[in-house]
């Protein structure tokens, strides 16, 4: 086809309904082709309507045509699966460019399917099957095809390298061996492979080890990130909160100022204008008075004057003037020194919410202690409370050592006190980061944070929802919470170190016998105080100690 100048173009060979090359293609009536099983299987579909239709121009057809194989489109789409695939009819497959090709056939190659070390030769599915038939050919390593395998030969000798001259580190041939490389030590390839292969998998263990260890870090750095924006968004929402309350309280103290000094205001204006109407009353009275002595001052006949003279009002007497404005101006400077003294607080404020502030920045910056030394920066001095000691406990070393005895220690009752299982809490509130460690003496027990309100009848550290705890026990160590247990591998952890970064919602449980060993870690929100607690099986005389350690 292609030399009668024929071009055959995939697209429009394929089915629309598959988009593969056509496979038994059938035209319908509209004149559209498809592969006979899928416009089959389109018009199985189309059943429940009582007619078939064209997936491409959707025109319908009544009653469903009968299918004939379009031996032509066959044709063309078989010649142009072998043009664009290289695909034969009998289904062999050519060597491409990018292929190894079998080196035993002749005109055009196959594409080799396996390569024989021994050989030095690639083979198609054909030529193979010696290699599968004869007995000393299935001794031959047959690999997967490679264009390499001429780098095999030895190119002073002739000879497939066999052997691995470990002094200059490279392969050789057997001339190699007695000739240059006499003297060496020298083993074969497939012996410093078995070697190199175990080196290998050292390796390969040590860098899946590296990379869970990272994509654990990168959790860990997760949840950091995460418990950063947190509290920084929750600190930003308190800090708008609290200074839009001040704000609000502010204005409201002024508002209430104001109020003050316009009652004063229209108070004082209501008295000056009294006192302007009366003024004027008088002011009347006096030039009505005024106008009758002026009057009496004209008369000539003196009897008369005198007899007048004396019924006239006195002159009024002059009054003072209050200055209300003097008032305002005392508000005004008591307003102007309540400002200096927010000012002062405001700054001296400021200089501690920056300390504090700064203080969080470097906490934030501490990475997650690894090395014991490390945790020992976050080292949490505690103590067991004697209120919650179960009353057969005995508190010692300071109350860091709890005892197990036969006998009541304690008679008194509390409402804090443990009553169902041998348990203690400490005195002191776990806050931020911190560390401690527990030894065991005995049988083991528990060691868990918990809540200061768990249940202190019934049920023990680790079976309940207000407390975490750590099972130590040979064999038998599990981390429980609220009644789940997971088991935990290793036999006696005689030292444990607990972990608690409370702002962060983890707590993490290491041994400390040799070395920091993470047992478990909890990752969740922690809505109340927390506090230390242990908890010692049923065998007298078995201790837990808060360690002392520096």
Request: glycine share 4%.
């Amino acid at each position: 086809m292609a030399q009668n100048g024929v071009h055959l173009d995939q697209e429009s060979f394929s089915c629309s309904v598959c988009l593969d090359l056509l496979k038994d293609p059938v035209t319908i009536p509209c004149g559209h082709s498809y592969c006979l099983k899928c416009i089959e299987e389109h018009w199985d579909e189309e059943d429940h309507k009582g007619e078939q239709s064209c997936p491409q121009c959707r025109q319908t057809f009544t009653p469903r045509p009968v299918l004939v194989k379009s031996t032509m489109l066959a044709a063309l789409a078989e010649q142009l699966r072998l043009t664009t695939f290289g695909t034969s009819p009998t289904g062999k497959t050519y060597a491409g460019p990018e292929d190894v090709a079998c080196d035993m056939c002749t005109g055009r190659k196959l594409k080799a399917i396996k390569s024989c070390l021994m050989c030095l030769v690639s083979y198609c599915d054909q030529h193979l099957q010696p290699h599968y038939d004869v007995a000393q050919l299935k001794k031959h390593q047959l690999v997967q095809p490679s264009k390499q395998l001429h780098d095999n030969i030895c190119s002073h000798h002739d000879e497939v390298r066999k052997m691995f001259c470990r002094t200059d580190q490279q392969t050789i041939c057997y001339v190699c061996m007695v000739d240059e490389h006499k003297g060496h030590d020298v083993v074969s390839a497939a012996a410093e492979r078995k070697e190199k292969q175990k080196d290998l998998e050292v390796k390969r263990g040590e860098m899946h080890q590296t990379m869970e260890d990272g994509e654990r870090d990168m959790k860990l750095l997760q949840q950091e990130v995460d418990a950063i924006n947190n509290c920084a968004n929750k600190a930003v929402e308190n800090n708008d909160r609290i200074f839009s309350e001040v704000m609000r309280l502010i204005e409201k103290r002024g508002c209430e100022v104001k109020q003050q000094i316009r009652s004063q205001q229209e108070s004082e204006l209501s008295r000056v204008r009294d006192l302007q109407e009366k003024l004027q009353q008088e002011i009347s009275e006096l030039k009505r008075e005024d106008a009758e002595l002026e009057q009496l001052s004209h008369t000539e006949d003196h009897n008369q004057f005198l007899q007048k003279y004396p019924s006239m009002s006195a002159v009024g007497e002059t009054r003072d003037c209050m200055c209300p404005w003097a008032w305002y101006g005392d508000v005004t400077t008591a307003v102007s020194d309540l400002k200096d003294k927010l000012q002062d607080i405001l700054r001296d404020s400021w200089t501690n919410i920056s300390l504090t502030v700064a203080e969080v920045d470097a906490f934030l910056l501490d990475p997650e202690p690894k090395m014991r030394h490390e945790f020992l920066k976050y080292l949490q001095e505690i103590t067991f409370d004697p209120e919650t000691a179960h009353k057969q406990l005995l508190l010692s070393e300071g109350n860091r050592k709890a005892t197990l005895m036969r006998k009541d220690q304690i008679q008194n009752h509390h409402p804090k006190r443990f009553s169902a299982f041998f348990q203690v809490l400490s005195k002191q509130i776990l806050t931020g980061r911190c560390y401690w460690e527990i030894q065991w003496a005995g049988l083991g027990g528990y060691v868990a944070v918990a809540y200061k309100d768990v249940k202190k009848t019934k049920t023990s550290f680790g079976c309940n929802e207000e407390s975490w705890a750590l099972f130590c026990q040979k064999d038998k160590n599990q981390f429980m919470h609220n009644k789940i247990k997971t088991p935990i591998a290793g036999e006696d952890f005689s030292s444990v170190g607990v972990y608690l970064d409370e702002s962060a919602g983890s707590v993490s449980f290491y041994s400390v016998s040799e070395g920091m060993r993470l047992l478990h870690r909890v990752e969740t929100s922690f809505t109340q105080p927390l506090y230390a607690g242990v908890q010692l099986w049923f065998r007298m005389g078995d201790t837990a100690e808060i360690c002392t350690l520096k």
